[in-house]
């Protein structure tokens, strides 16, 4: 079946940057779109970046656009997250999956930014 293991998280100081790595497996994996998502303390799950199966385009919800940048490496079927000058607002578990046809979520990486 699909796994998708997200790695990466961690405590950081506001203008920080983390990588985020997620490891797919049970799935073609350079067949589809891929993202990640957040989910804050009491929110939603909210989507934060998509990219194209071959790497050519990429999506970003507005307020990570100019930080974030999101990439793959369909040879081991891996989807990264680069986040840089991290603000507190961007505290959330941090997870992947395809998209847009979602599959079951993996158990997500904590990113928490202190001020």
């Known amino acids: 079946q699909v796994q998708l293991v997200e790695s990466g998280g961690g405590l950081v100081q506001t203008s920080a940057s983390l990588r985020l790595s997620c490891a797919a497996s049970g799935l073609t994996f350079s067949s589809y779109h891929m993202g990640w998502f957040r989910q804050a303390p009491g929110k939603e799950r909210e989507f934060v970046a998509a990219?194209?199966?071959?790497?050519?385009?990429?999506y970003y919800t507005d307020s990570v656009k100019g930080r974030f940048t999101i990439s793959r490496d369909n040879a081991k079927n891996t989807v990264y997250l680069q986040m840089s000058s991290l603000k507190p607002e961007d505290t959330a578990v941090y997870y992947c999956n395809r998209y847009p046809s979602l599959v079951i979520w993996g158990q997500g990486t904590q990113v928490t930014v202190s001020s």
């Open positions: 990219i194209t199966t071959g790497g050519t385009y990429t």
